[in-house]
């Protein structure tokens, strides 16, 4: 059964525990960047439209970065760092 991000983030606040304890994405790849941002974004329980949201992007250039097809210029990338610091966390 597939649960989407947003029903994700209700469940782990309901249950008082992170998205990424339910989700189990620790064996999720990250060697490139753009797994790196899908991890993240999965951690967080967003789905593209709200990162590319957050992130102040549009859906395409999300997807572009996550299949590594493009690489977020020098602002994006600030912008996104504070989101891939929690896979330094694992």
Known sequence: ?????????????????SVAFLGCFEKLPESTLGER???ARFYYGYTKREFS?????SERTLYEWEHDRKIPPPTPLNDLSKYLAVLMKE
Do not use: D, F, N
């Not at 949201?53 to 992007?57: D, E, N, P, V």
């Open 37 to 39: 941002i899908i991890k």
């Open 1 to 17: 059964m597939k649960v989407s991000p947003p029903s994700l983030r209700r469940l782990s606040k309901v249950l008082c525990v």
């Open 53 to 57: 949201a957050l992130l102040g992007i």
